[in-house]
Every structure is written in structure tokens, then in C-alpha cells.
């Protein structure tokens, strides 16, 4: 893999590598022709990933658009994580010349572009210098910025299984909803608060904090993992996860971008009002409905209800 074996190269999750993460998040579109427009504007910029890939190193950059002409299902209807096939590897050469040192760089793809959906690219690196895939990132940042694309910095933790992961960053659990309601609260999420569906993550119960009522099976001693339902923002400045329990009881967590608020003042302000939004949103609807319980508690201990 080091010395460019090309029947060797790709990296998987078993190896420590450096990696970046994106995601190019959609707008919401009531005109047809804005979701046309938008459509053709991430077409612009699969050419320019082609151009980056040679293919006879790397399988055909076939990824499948998905919108509301051709869309068959709600994303929200399976509860599982339909196949390994959700993302595409390909590798970038970013040698230039013969003389130069081998140095490559691995593009991971989501398999799908769907409108409502926020699309993901990845850049792992293990055989290259920090300064070439700089370059490389560079110049994806601004064919995103020249086609019209909102594109953000997404947070490794985001994508995890443990939310838990980030040993200085706690997730808040925003709400504990019965299914019917569960439901309502993440159709608001989109409606009313500009969040947009960020695919599916596996969740391990152990690392959900307890919960009252809450439930899940355990099997051959252990509990069975769950699939959790991600959102983020159109900022990008925050995700939410829901996932439910074998009650249909759902959870709500909320986590910020650290990498958009970290050293923003503007952003800082910006996710807290949103927060704040929400909460007050939960807490109204709970009045209307006041057998259900909120739990707005920021340092929760990662447990799990007996």
C-alpha cells in the first residue's frame, strides 16, 4: 500500500488514518425547478471528483440521484441500515510526476444523492503530506462555493455509534416522546426548524443515558443495538439523533459542530437560540399534552434503564 501496489490500496476502518469530513446540506424546495437547479448544480460538481479519479485505479463514479420525480419511499420507513453499499471509495493519485514521492489520498462518497437528504464526503489520507490533500480540500471548498453548494465541516463524533466518543463533548437529551408524538416532533424538525435528514447511525443502548419506560431487549446477555435517525441543521451548527426503544418510545439528542462553534462568538449564539427554540417547542407541546416527560438535563450519564 505504501510503495503503490494498486491491488492494495484502500483504507478501512481497521487502520488508524487521518481523515475530514463534509456534507453538502440541501435546502428545502417547493419549486420544482429550484430542486432541478440543484440537482444539476451537484451534477457540476461529480464532474470535477471524475476528473480527480483515474479509472483504472478506482470503479466508476456511479453515484445514483435520488428526487422527489423519482423518489419511491420515505426515508424514515425502514428501520434499518439497508447495506454496506452506502458510500463509494475511490482514490485520489496526487502524485504529479514520475520523480515525485507516491502520494495518494482516499475520497469516500455517499452511494445516494437524495435532495432531502445531506450528502457526505470523507477524505482519508495515510500515504500523503498534509500540504497536497490541503490543496486538494482547497479546491473542493471552492467548486462547492462557485457552484452554489452549502458545504460544512462535519465532526468525526457525528458519525459515531457513541455519542459519548468525545470525552469533553456531552450530548443534551432534549426529549423522551411517546411514538405518535416522536413522530410529530421530527416531522417539526424539518418544517419548522430547517433540519435536514442526515441518514441513519447504528446506536449501541449502552451508551443511551436511562430513560423512564424505556426499553430494550437483551439478547444472548447483551443488549442488541438500535438505529438512530440523524438530522442536521441547514447551518450546520448542531445534529439531532432520535432512535426508539421496543415500546416505540423515542429519544431526542442534541449535539453541536464544534468545528462551526468553537471560535465563533456568532455561531455560540446561534445554536444556544436554537436550542433554546426547541426546547421551548417541547415544552409547549407537552403542555398539550402533559403525560409525557422532558429531560432538558446537559450532563447526562450514559446508562440505561433497568
Same mark, same amino acid.
Given at each position: 500500500?505504501?510503495? @503503490?501496489?494498486?491491488?492494495?490500496? @484502500? ?7 487521518? +481523515? #475530514?469530513?463534509?456534507?453538502? #446540506? ?12 440543484? !440537482? ?6 461529480? %464532474?470535477?471528483?471524475?476528473?480527480? /479519479? ?11 440521484? /435520488? ?15 439497508? $447495506?454496506?453499499? +452506502? ?55 471552492? +467548486? ?6 452549502? #458545504? ?8 459515531? $455509534? ?16 411517546? $411514538?405518535?408524538?416522536?413522530? &410529530? ?12 435528514? %442526515?441518514?441513519? +447511525? ?5 451508551? &443511551? ?30 445534529? #439531532? ?20 462553534? @468553537?471560535? $465563533? ?11 433554546? %427554540? ?15 416527560? !422532558? ?8 446508562? !440505561?434503564?433497568?
Amino acid at each position: 500500500m505504501i510503495c @503503490g501496489d494498486p491491488a492494495k490500496v @484502500g483504507l478501512s476502518e481497521d487502520f488508524k488514518f487521518r +481523515r #475530514i469530513g463534509f456534507g453538502i #446540506i440541501p435546502d428545502r424546495f417547493d419549486d420544482p425547478g429550484k430542486e432541478f437547479e440543484y !440537482v444539476q448544480k451537484f451534477l457540476r460538481l461529480l %464532474d470535477y471528483l471524475k476528473k480527480l /479519479v483515474p479509472q483504472a485505479d478506482s470503479p466508476e463514479m456511479d453515484i445514483k440521484v /435520488v428526487s422527489t420525480s423519482n423518489r419511491q419511499e420515505d426515508v424514515l420507513v425502514s428501520k434499518y441500515i439497508k $447495506s454496506a453499499d +452506502r458510500v463509494k471509495r475511490f482514490i485520489v493519485q496526487l502524485r504529479k510526476g514520475t520523480r515525485d514521492k507516491y502520494e495518494w489520498l482516499e475520497l469516500v462518497l455517499d452511494a445516494t444523492f437524495d435532495t432531502q437528504q445531506a450528502f457526505r464526503i470523507d477524505v482519508n489520507w495515510l500515504v500523503a503530506s498534509c500540504s497536497k490533500v490541503e490543496a486538494q480540500i482547497q479546491l473542493l471548498l471552492r +467548486r462547492c462555493m462557485q457552484y452554489g453548494l452549502r #458545504i460544512v465541516q462535519l465532526p468525526n463524533y457525528a458519525n459515531s $455509534s457513541n455519542l459519548y466518543l468525545h470525552p469533553f463533548i456531552t450530548p443534551s437529551v432534549l426529549a423522551y416522546e411517546s $411514538s405518535d408524538k416522536g413522530k &410529530i416532533l421530527e416531522e417539526q424538525l424539518n418544517v419548522k426548524f430547517q433540519f435536514a435528514y %442526515d441518514g441513519k +447511525r447504528w446506536v449501541d443502548p449502552v451508551e &443511551i443515558p436511562a430513560a423512564p419506560g424505556f426499553y430494550f431487549p437483551i439478547v444472548r446477555g447483551k443488549r442488541s443495538r438500535v438505529v438512530g435517525r440523524q438530522y442536521i441543521h441547514c447551518s450546520g451548527i448542531a445534529f #439531532i439523533r432520535a432512535f426508539e426503544d421496543e415500546k416505540g418510545h423515542t429519544i431526542f439528542l442534541w449535539l453541536q459542530n464544534r468545528f462551526l462553534t @468553537g471560535n $465563533s462568538e456568532d455561531m455560540i449564539a446561534a445554536a444556544s437560540s436554537l436550542l433554546k %427554540d426547541l426546547k421551548a417547542h417541547i415544552k409547549q407541546s407537552l403542555i398539550d399534552n402533559d403525560n409525557h416527560f !422532558v429531560q432538558e438535563t446537559h450532563d447526562a450519564e450514559p446508562q !440505561v434503564a433497568n
